[in-house]
T-cell receptor
């Protein structure tokens, strides 16, 4: 079974608008971490934001925020004020702390920002 | 140079060739990783080295052979590959303890491999 599910293969957003990229996860661990990475066409995976399972507040990093709903096992990425440079693949990932080196990724969402 | 550097960026090889992918990190990290990214599939963890010892080997075919001579360098030796091995191979590094907290992986730009 998939541990990370990203149901949106592709998304479009108008420049300067906000967009939400969905991510649900599956784990029986109580301690885990959730990550979002951005992959532009150049190939490099760029770390965006992290949320620990015990963090009570939603993580924020500049224009990125993570809408963490633990009971629903969802960790959606919200990008505010989209820019053309935000066009890229976005990957949600999870590390379960009893498998400390295994970072499991979803299949990704391709975001296209329209001028 | 800073960050994680991978060479070559593009590689085309025949099924009988032997080649190597190189990864170098300038971040002072102690753990290094190889991931495989195939089209329409999630990233797959191949190998992990921590403090120059292999700590994870995810059922990867023996035609892929990793080498970690020191904490800054990681190689992936390739021999008798198959066309289905064509993919983007990503190297990453992190602090030695892979779990607990935001132990963030820093990735290189990848080596795009095509096997003919």
């Amino acid at each position: 079974a998939q541990k990370i599910t990203q149901t949106q293969p592709g998304m479009f957003v108008q420049e300067k608008e906000a967009v939400t990229l969905d991510c649900t996860y599956d784990t029986s661990d109580q301690s885990y971490g959730l990550f979002w990475y951005k992959q532009p066409s150049s190939g490099e995976m760029i770390f965006l934001i992290y949320q620990g399972s015990y963090d009570e507040q939603n993580a924020t990093e500049g224009r990125y925020s993570l809408n963490f709903q633990k009971a629903r096992k969802s960790a959606n990425l919200v990008i505010s004020a989209s820019q053309l440079g935000d066009s890229a693949m976005y990957f949600c990932a999870m590390r379960e702390n009893n498998r400390s080196y295994q970072l499991t990724f979803g299949k990704g969402t391709k975001l296209s920002v329209i001028p | 140079e800073t960050g994680v550097t991978q060479t070559p960026r593009h590689l085309v090889m025949g099924m009988t060739n032997k080649k190597s992918l190189k990864c170098e990190q300038h971040l002072g990290h102690n753990a290094m990783y190889w991931y495989k990214q195939s089209a329409k599939k999630p990233l797959e963890l191949m190998f992990v080295y921590s403090l120059e010892e292999r700590v994870e080997n995810n059922s990867v075919p023996s035609r892929f052979s990793p080498e970690c001579p020191n904490s800054s360098h990681l190689f992936l030796h390739l021999h008798t590959l198959q066309p289905e091995d064509s993919a983007l191979y990503l190297c990453a590094s992190s602090q030695a303890q892979g779990g607990s907290g935001a132990n963030v992986l820093t990735f290189g730009a990848g080596s795009r491999l095509t096997v003919l």
